[in-house]
């Protein structure tokens, strides 16, 4: 590791020493129980839709990672083709949002989209009960993020998609990998 900041040594062992590891380790801890009651009582629900999902698994776990400052189904009229949720970096934001008579320039204060789907649905692919037929949710993300990019005069980078049990952190800027070409 010649010419590294920090030794391999230090990387592995030394840094648990520190003060700052634990104090993080001891708040690690806590939120893996808190999350873990969370769980505990999502999955006690037999067959929850995407509302429930929703209100008492992705919000409660979006609280829990620190984001307490969000407004639900911000957009169109009819709330059509919008993202679940509107994150903000505090409350001030959040309330500048929520101020704003059209519902489109809210975006300009958030930072992220959230994007909820029924627990366990596919991401990647078409749902066959939904009766709307907007394509997959992954598509649906890319098209709120372009939204969003636009509403947001290029503010808004970053989107959150979720099933509950897969997490997906997209960034509008980065490019899809090129595919290998079919011989």
């Known amino acids: ?7 391999q040594y230090f990387l592995t062992d030394g840094i648990r020493t520190t003060a700052e590891w634990g104090a993080a380790a001891s708040k690690l801890g806590d939120f893996r129980r ?3 009651r969370t769980c505990e009582r999502f999955t006690s629900l037999r067959h929850p839709n995407e509302a429930v999902t ?3 698994l992705i919000r409660p776990v979006l609280e829990l990672l620190g984001w307490t400052d969000y407004l639900p189904q911000q957009g169109a009229a009819g709330n059509q083709d919008v993202p679940d949720h509107l994150l903000f970096a505090d409350a001030a934001s959040k ?3 929520a ?3 059209d519902s489109e320039d809210r975006y ?3 930072l992220l989209v959230e994007e909820s789907k029924r627990f366990g649905l596919a991401l990647d692919r078409h749902d066959r ?3 709307a ?3 997959s949710p992954h598509g649906q993300m890319l098209r709120y993020l372009s939204t969003a990019e636009i509403a947001s005069d290029g503010r808004i980078r970053w989107g959150i998609l979720t099933n509950g049990s897969v997490w997906r952190l997209y960034d509008r800027r980065a490019r899809p990998l090129p595919t290998a070409p079919a011989y």
Not at 1 to 7: D, R
């Open 133 to 135: 037929r907007s394509g």
């Open 95 to 97: 309330a500048r949002a």
């Open 129 to 131: 009960h939904d009766g």
């Open 54 to 56: 929703e209100q008492d």
């Open 1 to 7: 590791m010649k010419g590294q900041l920090f030794t």
């Open 108 to 110: 300009r204060d958030a």
């Open 34 to 36: 808190r999350l873990a």
């Open 99 to 101: 101020a704003r008579s």
